[in-house]
């Protein structure tokens, strides 16, 4: 938590409301909570991750799944979810989403 708070320049209280409302996420599964750098734009949460980890996470999709779907490259889309968001693929990149829940 300390690196993501000096990461975005904010209080340790914002950034845990960051991550409670779903404009970032994050995963333990390495022993300490860690949000992929990959997240960020700009010292700033990629303002395209809320509405698709909400759409995941309706879908029932765990944290790590989330992130592990984010980062690996979808093959109907023809890279990594999340490469598509930060070329501003949003609306395909939720709409391939949807179809998993």
Known sequence: MPDLV???GEPLGRVRRLIDERHLIGSTRTGVFAVPSVFLVDGAPLSSLRG???????AGFSADEVIDWLLE???SIGVAPIEALLRGRKSE?????????
């Open 6 to 8: 000096e990461a975005l």
């Open 73 to 75: 490259e979808e093959e």
């Open 52 to 58: 698709t980890v909400n759409v995941l996470q309706d």
């Open 93 to 101: 990149v939720r709409r391939v989403a949807q179809t998993l829940a």
